[in-house]
C-alpha cells in the first residue's frame, strides 16, 4: 500500500489539511490570480475555520493615525475583564500579502477567552500595494498610540504582549527590534507562532516540506517575498530578515513552532539565537502538525492544546490571575 503524504500528520491535522486544500481547488491557482483577487479566494476557503468559538463581552473596532494612514484595530473583550486588564496585539499572517483581522477573529477570541486579556488585532496594510517597509512601520505606529491611550482603552499598559503568526511572528520581532533601539518598552513580552525571520527560500525543512502537500509551498513563498519586497537588496534588511539582527534586550518571547513547516528549521534557529543573546525564551515543537495549524482548533486538540500552552505562558510571564 502506497503511503500517503498526511500519514505524518497527526490524523485531526490531516482532516483540516485535505479539507483546505479541496477547498483552495475549487478556485484558480494562486499564479493565474492577481493579489486582491488571491486575498478574495483566501477569504473564502478560510471562513469555515473562523465561525464558532468563544463569545466576546465586546467587538470594537477603532482608527489608529499612522504615519501612512490610518489603520483599523479591533478588541477583544472576553466577559468579566476589569480594566486596567492585560492586553495581546496580535498580527495575522498570510506573507504580508494575504489574510485580515476576519480571517484570525477566532484565533484571536480563542486567546482572549483562554488568557483573560484583551486582544487587538491589527489591520495592517497589504503588499504589493503597501511594500516594505510599511507594514512594520504601522505596527510600530499602532503599538506606539495603543500603549499610550491604555487608560483610555482600559488597559494596563505595563502588561502588554505583542505577537502573531508567520509574517505577524517577523512583525513582531521587527517592531520590538525598532522599540529597543529607540530606548522603549511597550512591549513586556512576545508571542512568535510559526513565523518568517529569514526570508531563505532553501533550507532542509522548506525542501522536505514545501513541496505542496503540507499547506505553505514554496511556490507561495516566493510568491510572497515579488510581493512584499521591491528591490531585492531588502531581503537582507534586519528588520525584515530578522533572524541576523541583534536580539539583544528584546522581551520574553513563547514560541510555537510546526514540525511538518517549511519555517522549521528558521524557527529553530530564531529561538536558539534568542537564547544565545539572553532573551528569556520558551518554546515547544508541536509533532504532525503544518503551517496555519493553530486555526484548526475547532477539529484538532493540538491546536487548542497550543492555544492553553501559549496562554498559560502569557499569564506566567505577565503575572496574571
Known sequence: ???????????EIAIFVRRMIADASAHPPREQLTPPEARRVAEI???PWTEGGPVMASREDHMIPTRHGPVRIRFHRPEGLAAPAPALIYIHGGGFVLFSLDTHDRLMREYAARARMVVIGIDYSLAPEARFPQAPQEVVDVVRAIHARAAEFGLDPARIALGGDSAGGNLTVSACLTFRDAGEAPIAAMVLNYGGFSMDLVSPSVLRWGGGNYLLTTHMMLWFLMNYVADPEQRFDPRLRVLDADLTGL????????????????????????????????????PGTVHSFLEAVSVAKVAGEALDDTALWLKHTLRLN
Not at 500500500?1 to 490524523?11: E, G, K
Not at 510555537?256 to 520558551?282: F, H
Open 1 to 11: 500500500m502506497t503511503a500517503s503524504p498526511y500519514d505524518v500528520l497527526d490524523p
Open 45 to 47: 476557503v478560510r471562513q
Open 251 to 286: 522581551p520574553p518571547a513563547w514560541m510555537v513552532i510546526t514540525e511538518c513547516d517549511p519555517l522549521y528549521d528558521e524557527n529553530l534557529e530564531m529561538r536558539d539565537r534568542l537564547a544565545a543573546a539572553g532573551v528569556p525564551v520558551g518554546a515547544k515543537v508541536y
